[in-house]
């Protein structure tokens, strides 16, 4: 929300990536923000539904060890095909920003970058450094909104693929999003019924090490698995 505040009127476009398991309420949030800014929203979906994933491809919910598989199904693949929608010529570099900053969670601490070059994607990030107070007094001097699933939550709930799912979030996410809990708990009896064995969601597979770092649109899951760092997760 600071990213988009500080620098709507410069980016060329807005893009929200609609996973397609996520909280609807928030969907609902970045479009009435961003038509109430008088921009233009590019919505986009991952080519494979999610439950078309759990039931077909990854054979199950995934796990923190499946959090590239699903960061990549849900989120790159729609910035590729973004890409390719606008690009002109070939071998053209897009600049796509991001907030996801440093001091978001102990994994990130030290890993985060003001830029990353990935093929035709040039990721900036102009808040990487800022602190939480810099970023609490920003949104207090220009009274910006609050996506109210981030208020309950404490994250946006973007994307529920429940890699890093912590024990009980999905009875937290039923108390304040009912249909969201069930829409879930409905994919798991689908899952079970087709002998699917990782058929729960937020479970973890097996134990393991951590995974890979995130993407660079990842802050949710990231935030929520410091609390288990020293678990023994894929």
Not at 156 to 171: H, I, M, R, T, V
Request: charged share 25%; hydrophobic share 35%.
């Amino acid at each position: 929300m600071v990213l988009f505040d500080a620098l709507k009127n410069e980016a060329d476009g807005i893009v929200h990536i609609n996973t397609g398991i996520g909280v609807p309420e928030t969907n609902d949030f970045v479009r009435k923000v961003v038509a109430g800014a008088g921009r233009a929203l590019i919505e986009m979906e991952p080519p494979i539904p999610y439950d078309d994933l759990v039931l077909g491809r990854w054979k199950g919910f995934p796990g923190p060890g499946g959090h590239l598989f699903a960061y990549t199904m849900l989120k790159e693949r729609c910035i590729e095909q973004l890409l390719r929608d606008h690009r002109t010529k070939r071998g053209q570099r897009f600049f796509l920003l991001t907030g996801v900053r440093n001091v978001e969670s102990q994994r990130r601490m030290g890993r985060g970058e003001d830029h990353r070059r990935r093929k035709g994607q040039v990721w900036v990030n102009p808040i990487n450094n800022w602190s939480n107070e810099l970023m609490a007094e920003y949104r207090q001097a220009r009274d910006l909104p609050m996506n109210e699933v981030t208020k309950h939550l404490h994250m946006s709930g973007e994307c529920l693929c429940g890699a890093f799912a912590k024990p009980g979030e999905l009875n937290e996410i039923a108390f304040f999003y009912p249909h969201v809990a069930q829409r879930i708990r409905n994919l798991e009896v689908r899952a079970k019924n087709q002998g699917i064995v990782a058929c729960k969601w937020g479970e973890r597979r097996k134990k393991g090490a951590l995974p890979p770092g995130p993407g660079p649109m990842c802050n949710n899951c990231v935030a929520w698995q410091d609390g288990d760092a020293k678990a023994e997760i894929t």
